[in-house]
């Protein structure tokens, strides 16, 4: 096994950079060695726990780094905000993100010089039409690439960074250790210089680049009083903040940039030269803009050179006006999506799911190895078996066993990089790429089970690491177990944290079929026992599923009402690639979305119960034991929004009870449910509104104050314009403290 200490096979070497990058690629062999490492000394001392628990950590982070990884080489924007998590109560004193008592997030430290760029590849349509959709895919891993290499050719010493995919075609670099505006500029312009190319196409990419200070939008963050502890939804709203502003600025720069590239190209090739790439890849750009025709721009260019208009000023109004428009017409577009699935799922029949049967009181026997175990290590034990093939003495027999491990480590490759090594089950990504190949065949019934785990947790937490992992164990054995004795073809996959998918070939019956199997055999199992490490808060649990459907029908009502209210950007749905991978991506959020009701009904009725047993108030420990269940589903009992006073009311009123429908207890649970489901969207749309505003004029008071410090050093001759910057600057700051103070009041209010 190769290290950072051991030079590797230029090839391999080349293959890990492909795959992840220069910094990548080193953090990987750095994770494989320590793997190794940790491997070897458990073995050494297998009784030694503690060298066990390494192990395993060293493993899961390098399976987490695999993870972490797009197509294109850059880490997914999910480990950005994991880093930004690790900021929050940093280990070091004054270093970091800290949350304060009057909802704000205070910036220190090494934080605190945190550059971030945001980088667009433009014209990715040019790419695909000129060479496919290879080619545009391959622009977009050049990109990323060069990106990189750019960063690190002109980065201080002693700084570090991270290229981040921020959607689609767009990218987060993150830089600290960047001690003043010149360097971070520096970077900018290096950046702005690249034309990342592809063999076959005319011409590189264009790159947009939108340069800003992780602490700008730290300084946007504002917690209503009951979040003043919770670091998880400050990084939230960080994270969130971080990719408005970043979106915000870029889609102004694209503007600018599409702008200065069609001015350019009219004065060396005329109309006529450039009317056709107009056309065909720039001008929806302009719509709506007051710039929608070539004639418009030929026009505002040949009135700046006569100076009659300042195309610079022109340019930056509409720039920001059609940022506005983009992230407005976003906002709209969202919440029709959500009020369209909403719409389409009420008018389907309730999905009949079995309830689980009763049971007698057993502990769950935890599988050694579950179905996809078992299938990565026969593929193993496969290649080990053919790996001394080549001591035969024929040349025919030598070219036989080279065939043999060839297949065999072409099997072991197929299988396990897909899998999570602590269920075996497969990943997210098999996950989609088997939902799109079912969805391309016109006509193929297919359908998703969303299977959301409950109290994991509560299993890690307070049960114990060793709990949490049976617990996961227990969880992928009934969902593979569940296909064969519902009879259905289908794969289960963990799709990330408590959520799993199930995606099946069949309909809604075939869905249902499989959801009712999940119920029965999780009963069969029982409960997850204590183990070494549980705390007294601990009590043995059985597993809680819920469970959200989507089948193919249903996603295609979804997808056309979607398509007809122009959901879709022009190119998102050419070829049936893309439309496929649109569609997965649609039945997931349907399917999703479909269990939300249930599960919060679920586990208020699970708590109920558990409020009601006798021993909860004769029993110290077990009180303990459901306290602390309850503290658990503070989120799916919408506790910040009255879920914790109103479970204890329905739990004291006796006369409240049946959980079947139409019944008092379960229609009771289903109003207070519904509502609070109607309030968290309307309180989610309003927080998103907010945001965005206060994105809005952050950009507003950046710019007035670029151009009135501009003025100030030129002359005092432009004494009227100085002063009505500076009105319109007090303004813009007196509409931000505002928002800031409202949204903060609105927030404690709901």
Known sequence: ?????????????????????????????????????????????????????????????????????????????????????????????????????????????????????????????????????????????????????????????GATYGVFRLAGNEFLISVEGVGDDEDAARIEESLGRLRPTVPGISEGAPLSIARFDLAEAVDMVRLPSRDVRNADEANRETVEMVRRLGGFLLEAEKFRNRAERVRVMLSEKGRDGTA??????????????????????????????????????????????????????????????????????????????????????????????????????????????????????????????????????RDLFQKEPGRYSGTGLLLRGPYYARTQEALKEAGRETSVVFVDMGFLKYFDQKGGRDVGDAALKVAADVLEQALTEAGVEGEAYRYGGDEFTIRIDGGQAEAEKVASAVQRLKAERGRINRGKRSSDEYAPTELSFNYGICNRSLMEKVFADLKEVGYYDEGVLEGAERTANAQAELMTVIADKSLEEQKARDRFALLVEKLRDPAYGSDATRRSQVDSLVSFSAKGIFSEQGGAEFLKLVAEDSSLIGNQPGEPLNETIREFVQEKIRERSVTERERRDRMDQLVDLHVQIHRLSERLDEMESRSDLQAHEIGRLRRELDAAHEERRRILESRRSVDEAA
Do not use: C
């Open 1 to 157: 096994m190769t290290s950072e200490n051991t030079p590797q096979p230029e090839s391999k070497r080349s293959n890990l950079v492909e795959h992840y990058g220069v910094s990548g690629s080193q953090e990987f062999s750095n994770l494989r060695e320590a793997e190794r490492r940790s491997r070897e000394a458990a073995e050494a001392s297998p009784d030694d726990e503690e060298l066990a628990d390494r192990l395993e950590l060293a493993k899961l982070k390098l399976e987490l780094f695999s993870y972490d990884h797009d197509n294109a080489g850059a880490f997914k924007f999910n480990r950005f905000g994991r880093e930004l998590r690790g900021l929050f109560n940093g280990p070091e004193e004054g270093e970091g993100l800290k949350l304060t008592m009057d909802g704000r997030v205070e910036i220190m430290g090494k934080a605190a010089d945190r550059r971030l760029l945001a980088v667009n590849m433009a014209e990715l349509d040019r790419f695909n039409a000129e060479g496919g959709h290879r080619a545009g895919d391959a622009a977009l891993k050049a990109t990323a690439h060069a990106i990189e290499e750019t960063v690190v050719s002109v980065l201080p010493e």
């Open 276 to 409: 056709k790439f107009f056309d065909a890849y720039l001008a929806k750009a302009f719509k709506g803009s007051g710039l929608e025709t070539l004639a418009d721009i030929e026009k505002l260019a040949a009135e700046g050179t006569a100076g009659k208009s300042d195309w610079d000023e022109v340019i930056e109004r509409l720039a920001l006006e059609a940022a506005r428009q983009r992230f407005g017409t976003e906002r709209e577009l969202e919440d029709v999506r959500h009020d369209i699935i909403e719409r389409r799922l009420q008018e389907r029949a309730t999905p009949s799911i079995m309830p689980p049967p009763p049971t007698d009181d057993h502990f769950a026997e935890v599988p050694l190895r579950t179905a996809g175990q078992v299938e990565v290590e026969t593929a193993r034990e496969l290649l080990e078996q053919v790996a001394d093939g080549d001591s035969s003495e024929t040349r025919k027999d030598v070219a036989r066993y080279k065939l043999l491990r060839e297949e065999a480590r």
